[in-house]
């Protein structure tokens, strides 16, 4: 994942500096410490300051990773450094060298390490509050289901399943259980993106007239021989991977989802990579209700990253705008100016508070579903030539 930027020394004081942001400022005219209405786009959050603030006393939530590949290893494990709701407290992996590894990195005791085949054992282990999967796709739902049934809310990380199917079952397990189910949607966390939901859903430059989203990532600078390019375990190229960033940019401008959407296939000029039942491009176009047309690309052999909407009175784009830093925006009014920010670590907090206080994650398990819905019928439009699709 070209999106992958390693944190490094100046991490910590990244994290406190977005923190105390988001915090301690009137960000975008919002109130001190309206942190969730923030994150749901600045839409009402029924959440109020106390149970915030109970939350935050209650002890810190322990979370148990799952998969020790590279999200979890460069990011969520350094993020969990830095979180005050939650911290690392278990893994499991199935290779014993890395379990030796992380146990010694980050003090781990072996009561709360796991492998594949005494997962289900995390049940009896009131160490482990959440269990985050951070495995490959299509295996998203079979660990989601087990950690429901061991009684353990969930963090999955996107996409949240390979097929509506599965993420429905997830929900359903997850319903079963009483536990919460959220997604992994960092940008939610994170003021660039904030602030686009802010001026679509509010409607800062009157309405929007039309959106853009690309995001590519080149994977063929390194290895074909990887999961992502294997259909059964990522059930999809790069629309599964990364262009569900732009479905997902597309739906927390407007605050809706869309109505229809009709896509095209790319032509694959690499067979040695894409030769596994995966896309090696895809273009798309969602459209809303209200007549609103986001044009949406992605693709495994070019580098792209940006998110744009034009309203009625002004513009904003936001490039890089999915990467975890380095991010770069302006308006028709000027330049967008926000402090990086660990959204890792933000987003990890905030699941953890609301869980905490048994609420819903501001990305619950729904959004993921609404979210497999979409991309299905992205997917049923490009194979049948670009018939337009109803989504359901
Ligand atoms: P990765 O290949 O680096 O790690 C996958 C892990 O799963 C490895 O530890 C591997 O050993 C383990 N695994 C278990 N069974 C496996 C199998 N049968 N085949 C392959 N690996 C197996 O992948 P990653 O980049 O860490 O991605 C993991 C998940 O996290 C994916 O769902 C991905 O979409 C998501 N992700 C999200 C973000 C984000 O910004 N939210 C970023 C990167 C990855």
């Given at each position: 994942m070209k999106n992958n930027i390693h944190h490094s020394a100046s991490d910590r004081r990244r994290f406190i500096k977005g923190f105390s942001f988001v915090l301690g400022s009137t960000a975008f005219g919002l109130p001190l410490l309206s942190l969730s209405s923030c994150q749901s786009g600045g839409k009402t959050d029924e959440q109020s300051t106390e149970e915030i603030q109970a939350a935050a006393n209650s002890r810190k939530l322990g979370i148990a990773l799952v998969g020790l590949g590279q999200y979890s290893t460069e990011q969520l494990a350094p993020a969990l450094q830095e979180t005050?709701?939650?911290?690392?407290a278990g893994i499991v992996t199935g290779t014993p060298s890395k379990a030796e590894e992380w146990k010694s990195k980050y003090s781990i005791?072996?009561?709360?390490i796991y492998n594949y085949e005494t997962f289900d054992q995390i049940a009896d282990n009131p160490d482990i509050d959440i269990v985050y999967i951070v495995l490959p796709n299509s295996m998203h739902a079979e660990y989601t289901i087990r950690a429901a049934k061991a009684k353990k809310h969930v963090i999955c990380e996107k996409?949240?399943?390979?097929?509506v199917a599965d993420a429905q079952r997830m929900l359903d397990a997850c319903r079963e259980n009483n536990v919460k189910l959220a997604i992994g949607?960092?940008?939610?966390?994170e003021p660039f993106n904030k602030r686009v939901m802010e001026l679509g859903q509010q409607q800062v430059y009157g309405k929007v007239q039309s959106i853009e989203a690309a995001n590519s990532q080149?994977?063929?600078?390194?290895?074909?021989?990887?999961w992502r390019l294997d259909k059964e375990l990522s059930g999809g190229g790069p629309l599964m991977d990364v262009g569900i960033y732009c479905v997902q940019g597309a739906c927390y401008t407007l605050g809706k989802a869309p109505a229809a959407v009709t896509a095209t296939f790319g032509e694959v000029t690499n067979q040695e990579y894409f030769n596994n039942g995966v896309e090696q491009s895809i273009s798309w176009q969602m459209e809303f209700e209200d007549g609103v047309i986001a044009t949406c690309r992605s693709s495994y052999a070019e580098e792209e990253n940006l998110l744009s909407g034009k309203a009625e009175n002004g513009w904003w784009k936001v490039d890089p705008v999915y990467a975890y830093e380095g991010k770069k925006g302006e308006t028709s009014e000027g330049k967008m100016d926000f402090p990086d920010v660990y959204e890792q670590a933000l987003q990890m907090d905030g699941q953890a508070q609301r869980f905490a206080s048994n609420q819903e994650s501001i990305v619950p398990g729904e959004m993921g579903l609404r979210d497999m819905k979409i991309l299905e019928a992205i997917y049923a439009s490009a194979r049948s030539g670009g018939k337009r699709i109803m989504i359901l």
């Open positions: 005050a709701h939650c911290y690392l005791p072996d009561k709360n996409p949240m399943a390979t097929t949607y960092r940008l939610h966390y080149d994977m063929t600078k390194d290895s074909p021989d990887v």
